[in-house]
């Protein structure tokens, strides 16, 4: 009989009650007891939608991030949020989002501030993780306590609980080195710990434990290599059997070894990965268990399920009990229940599986294999039914968008001019002070904002008076950054709900969820559109509203846009095509945006691309057609304008450090990019690297309550400085202000502002 059991599940809840849940205790809304009990009611919730499988994981559910989640069980916790004051729960939130220092006459007058851990992303994913921070003398110490109590409650639910963890080889792969020691020094310290982990698991009666090691899809070196083997030759603990897991992509060069290393079963990402296969077929020794991910975990449409059991009836037939099933990683990456989008296109609705569907999915596949084809019969008509409509729909296919790209030659992608005489045509035309202040786009969105949009959706509301509401924020928006005093402004987006959705919605070949939210961070979710056909813009998307804020203002304004690889990797891209035909198509769409924010007379445009690394695939040996196409892509979209029009493009949360060529290759006159939260650390490549054009590393960590000083603000670009001419920097936050407060950004600006002043010479 085939085994059934899921990698995990997403956290936030069907109607985000987790978000709302943390959010209203870090406004002091809500005790610590009342955030526990939701969230336990959560994962019981959670259990019971999975219950029909014949293992159901436990200890995937965290308040923030799995990998914060395992620091703390490892009793890894920065020094800095250690301090006086606050309990478990107040530390880990230290570390997740920044405390700001408080009044000395205030109630935690004995909390100093601390700095947020670094954010990034997690593999090629839009989840962002907390990264571990390692020293030489890193030492761990166990705390089980929260696993073992959720194992409790699985328990107590009835649930056949299997236990997940992130593996340690993984784990110090994902960390940095804050002093330059070698990360896998560590590994004899740790070992120990998750030795006694796996030891308390066992004294639970736990029988299987999942552990995570997604690096196996990454290129390893022998050290790396020999790490596995030494972790797991020392985590054999008695009446405890390991799955061990990958996914994210294909093992290639290390099948061998992980068929071979001591645990009882191995987990591989066959959408990703089918290749593998046959060769592990024949290196897995004969007692292990192989479980296949064959359902998707990070895309939404449904799957072949006949071409799967095509293949998959023969293996059932060879492996027998040692066939496992399961999606292809955690189902944290896609939206939870189909089943609401009642207002979806049901033609479109029909192609689609959210988490809750793909877990259906997976029982009928273990259904037909155990049981036979009849058995499911109807329902495998009704998959070959609704692949047969997407493949044949007209709405998918557009003559005029394939003759578009047929058209397309490597002059569109190219300026005119070379960046040093744009520069110089720029700078007349702008006439900016050196270090010139703006930031990345856009400005908190208010209860008011929110209130209005939704009363326009729901029809409560006309569209005059709709356009009259955002009118009143993006003035509102340029009055405050004409007296703050910043150099270049923007309109503020108070009109966009999120920078891929706004524009996918007036984009053909684009559909969206009302509820189909997934983790992006913490509290922070999005919902990705989901792009199913050929892609066209039928109208200008943003030049009335950037035309109205420039009529406010003689100071430069910045028209604001989503690149074209930002758009793909944020959304739930179709499967029947090349991602980069179809990036190409996107592309199109936003050159015209940009040809028209041109004829309007805006002369600053930001096309960001913020996502642009996380579609790099896991090897390096891979990366180079990536590259190729993506920044051929960004190049098509913004690269048909005047030498004096500017165009700026924005990064964030990412290692960027080895693709600074291709960064340089977009040929963006200005680009702005993270660097707070990691001290600047990226600017570290410059010493490497002659960056040609301009840049504007983030010096306002706006994921974190802790508005930076002046000061802090100076070193930072001083820093800078070191690595790239003065004349060449900008001062700005890391990211777009939309989840911050007007309260957190009004300061913290001010702060930004004074610092370029001092910088410049200029009394405050």
């Not at 059997?241 to 099948?255: E, Q, T, V, W």
């Not at 449904?302 to 799967?308: E, I, Y």
């Not at 010096?699 to 790239?724: C, G």
């Amino acid at each position: 009989m085939v085994t059934t059991h899921n990698l995990g599940y997403p956290r936030i809840g069907k109607r985000r009650e987790l978000k709302f849940a943390l959010e209203s205790y870090w406004k002091g809304q809500l005790g610590a007891d009342e955030l526990e009990a939701q969230a336990a009611a959560l994962r019981r919730q959670h259990w019971d939608e999975q219950g029909g499988l014949d293992l159901v994981p436990v200890g995937d559910f965290s308040l923030y991030d799995h990998v914060l989640d395992t620091s703390f069980m490892l009793g890894h916790v920065p020094e800095r949020a250690r301090g006086p004051g606050g309990d478990a729960l107040d530390a880990y939130f230290r570390v997740a989002r920044g405390r700001p220092a408080q009044d000395r006459d205030g109630p935690a007058a004995c909390c100093a501030g601390v700095a947020a851990a670094e954010m990034t992303k997690w593999f090629d994913t839009n989840y962002h993780y907390m990264v571990p921070e390692f020293h030489a003398g890193t030492c761990f110490e166990l705390d089980a306590s929260r696993l073992l109590a959720q194992l409790e409650e699985a328990r107590q639910a009835g649930v056949r609980a299997k236990p997940v963890l992130l593996g340690p080889v993984s784990y110090l792969a994902l960390g940095k080195s804050k002093d330059g020691s070698d990360r896998l020094g560590l590994l004899p310290r740790l070992l120990p710990v998750y030795a006694r982990l796996l030891q308390a698991l066992a004294g639970q009666g736990v029988s299987w434990v999942q552990i995570d090691e997604p690096i196996l899809a990454t290129e390893l070196d022998m050290d790396w290599q020999q790490a596995f083997n030494v972790a797991y030759r020392q985590l054999r603990v008695p009446g405890i059997r390991i799955l061990l897991a990958s996914y994210f992509g294909p093992l290639l060069d290390n099948r061998y070894l992980a068929a071979n290393l001591p645990v009882d079963g191995l987990h591989v990402d066959t959408t990703r990965g089918l290749d593998d296969l046959a060769p592990l077929l024949n290196l897995l020794p004969a007692h292990k268990v192989l479980s296949l991910g064959v359902i998707s975990g990070r895309n939404v449409w449904k799957s072949d399920l006949g071409a799967l059991l095509d293949w998959l009836e023969p293996l059932a037939a060879r492996l027998g009990d040692r066939l496992w099933l399961a999606p292809s990683c955690s189902l944290l990456h896609v939206p939870m229940d189909l089943e609401s989008e009642t207002a979806l296109d049901p033609e479109i609705r029909s192609w689609l599986a959210f988490a809750r569907q793909k877990l259906d999915e997976l029982q009928l596949l273990a259904r037909a294999l155990n049981q036979g084809r009849e058995a499911v019969r109807d329902a495998l008509l009704a998959n070959r039914e609704a692949l047969a409509c997407r493949r044949a729909s007209a709405r998918v296919h557009r003559p005029e968008v394939r003759a578009a790209l047929d058209a397309v030659t490597p002059q569109m992608g190219r300026r005119r001019s070379v960046h040093a005489l744009r520069a110089a045509r720029q700078a007349e035309l702008l006439r900016l002070p050196a270090f010139p202040t703006t930031t990345i786009g856009s400005f908190p969105q208010t209860a008011q904002i929110r209130h209005a949009r939704a009363e326009y959706k729901a029809g409560r509301l006309d569209a005059e008076a709709y356009r009259a509401a955002m009118r009143a924020e993006i003035e509102r928006c340029v009055r405050e950054q004409e007296a703050l005093g910043l150099d270049v402004l923007v309109h503020g987006e108070a009109e966009r709900n999120d920078m891929v959705e706004y524009f996918g919605e007036q984009l053909e070949g684009y559909a969206f969820s009302r509820n189909g939210w997934v983790q992006s961070y913490g509290s922070r979710c999005v919902k990705p559109p989901i792009l199913f056909g050929d892609i066209r813009r039928t109208r200008p998307m943003t030049v009335e509203w950037t035309r109205f804020a420039a009529s406010l203002t003689a100071r430069p304004m910045k028209g604001m846009l989503t690149g074209p690889v930002t758009m793909l990797n944020w959304s739930f891209v179709r499967d029947d095509q090349p991602r980069a035909r179809t990036c190409m198509q996107l592309a199109l769409a936003i050159r015209d945006e940009v040809l028209d924010l041109q004829d309007a007379g805006v002369r600053v445009i930001q096309i960001d691309e913020a996502a642009l690394r996380e579609g790099l695939p896991l090897r390096r040996s891979q990366w180079e057609p990536y590259l190729a196409w993506a920044v051929e892509s960004f190049r098509i979209a913004a690269n048909g304008v005047a030498d004096d029009t500017q165009i700026h493009t924005h990064m964030c949360y990412s290692e960027f450090h080895d693709i600074l060529g291709a960064i340089a290759d977009m040929d963006a006159d200005v680009i702005t990019i993270e660097t707070s939260r990691s001290d600047m650390e990226l600017l570290d490549a410059f010493d490497r690297f002659d960056y040609p054009n301009q840049i504007g590393p983030g010096v306002y960590d706006i994921h974190s309550p802790n508005i930076p000083t002046p000061e802090q603000i100076v070193q930072l670009m001083r820093k800078a400085a070191q690595r790239i001419p003065a004349e060449r920097l900008w001062v700005n936050p890391d990211c777009g202000l939309k989840t911050r407060q007007w309260s957190e950004v009004l300061p913290a600006l001010s702060n930004m502002v004074a610092a370029a002043r001092s910088l410049r010479g200029i009394k405050a």
